[in-house]
Nanobody, 127 residues
């Protein structure tokens, strides 16, 4: 079982930066690949970024590639999402999630399969 709590969201102007943090509890954190997803009003939840158990492999949605960076600190049970050059279309509630498939050593981009979710943190980018 993994419990996740996101923080770091807020209101920022276009072109600005934010760093989201996901604090995880549970002894198996380092065994789980982690993902960041987002959901804008009226839209489905979509993949943003993911990182494998060691942090050595990452994956990004095309819409954020080159602007967002996902990282993790297994010693602190933390996952981060650094977001630069933010755009109004990045406005959404951002969620972190843990992939319970500990045998999968690559970060997965599909929503299906992620089981543990935080409560989300709101990111609003003004134009």
């Amino acid at each position: 079982q993994v419990k996740l709590v996101e923080s770091g969201g807020g209101l920022v102007q276009a072109g600005g930066s934010l760093r989201l943090t996901c604090a995880a509890s549970g002894r198996t954190f380092s065994s789980n690949a982690m993902g960041w997803f987002r959901q804008a009003p009226g839209k489905e939840r979509e993949f943003v970024a993911a990182i494998n158990q060691s942090g050595g492999r990452t994956a990004y949605a095309d819409s954020v590639k080159g602007r967002f960076t996902v990282s993790r600190d297994n010693a602190k049970n933390m996952v981060y999402l650094r977001m630069n050059s933010l755009k109004p279309e990045d406005t959404a509630v951002y969620y972190c999630s843990a992939d319970p498939r500990t045998w999968v050593l690559v970060p997965r981009t599909e929503l299906a399969g992620y089981e543990y979710w935080g409560q989300g943190t709101q990111v609003t980018v003004s134009s």
